[in-house]
């Protein structure tokens, strides 16, 4: 299990993929229990928008959650201010909670309801793809 750490989020790759120095190198962080649009889908280029405004080269801490199949660390990301950036994603309406790899959370759940009800971010599209569904297509 990867450990906790703190470091400055220098790369920001898509909405729910960043790099943080850990130590003197970069470590790949993929925010868990989210999953935003990809690079070549609809709202794509919207949520790494989103994610570089809240992250980008700020001092952030990661609670961590072991590391998925492309060995990135998941985690959640804290900003100094104790913000949640994976719930303020979902909050905004720039990703789905990833009820796959997240089942049973609640705060994701009930983040996302709000944004699909408000038609926030990617909500305002009436049929959003998710990136699980638009990655089969391809």
Request: glycine content about 8%.
């Amino acid at each position: 299990m990867a450990a906790n750490f703190s470091g400055q989020v220098v790369s920001v790759l898509d909405g729910d993929t960043i790099e943080v120095l850990n130590g003197h190198h970069a470590e790949r962080i993929r925010l868990s229990g989210i999953n935003c649009p990809e690079k070549g889908q609809a709202f794509g280029k919207q949520a790494k928008q989103a994610a570089s405004e809240l992250v980008f080269g700020k001092e952030v801490t990661l609670q961590t959650h072991g590391y998925d199949k492309y060995k990135r660390t998941l985690a959640d990301v804290l900003l100094p201010d104790g913000t949640n950036v994976n719930h303020t994603l979902v909050k905004d309406g720039w990703c789905w909670w990833y009820r796959k790899y997240a089942p049973g959370n609640v705060t994701l759940e009930q983040l996302e309801t709000e944004a699909r009800e408000a038609r926030r971010g990617l909500w305002a599209d009436p049929y959003p793809l998710p990136p699980w569904e638009w990655r089969k297509r391809r």
